[in-house]
Nanobody, 114 residues
Framework: QVQLVESGGGLVQPGGSLRLSCAAS????????MGWYRQAPGKEREWVAT???????NVPASVKGRFTISRDSPKNTIYLQMNSLKPEDTAVYYC????????WGQGTQVTVSS
């Protein structure tokens, strides 16, 4: 069964850090391009990071220099390291395969607030 399970979210103060995890089953994350996405209340889901099969990565300007995507192939897990968090980063964060997206997981809530 193909499944993506996100974890690691929580409440953090502005300027703080969090590391999100995305554990995959049924697919091999190192064999496909994977991405992190987020959806804030009342807004559409938006892309925040991609990691390619080669290991190269890409992020949008809104998180560049603050967010880093990585993967652990033996653990078949994708990570999102988020530093210098801002209130506008508050959202539910999801991971998914970029091509032929799978069913979305439950996501993990990130709340940035003082």
């Amino acid at each position: 069964q193909v499944q993506l399970v996100e974890s690691g979210g929580g409440l953090v103060q502005p300027g703080g850090s969090l590391r999100l995890s995305c554990a995959a089953s049924g697919i091999v994350v190192s064999f496909t391009t994977m991405g992190w996405y987020r959806q804030a209340p009342g807004k559409e889901r938006e892309w925040v990071a991609t990691i390619f099969v080669s290991g190269s990565t890409n992020v949008p300007a809104s998180v560049k220099g603050r967010f880093t995507i990585s993967r652990d192939s033996p653990k078949n897990t994708i990570y999102l390291q988020m530093n210098s968090l801002k209130p506008e980063d508050t959202a539910v964060y999801y991971c998914n395969r970029v091509s032929s997206p799978l069913s979305w997981g439950q996501g993990t809530q990130v709340t940035v607030s003082s």
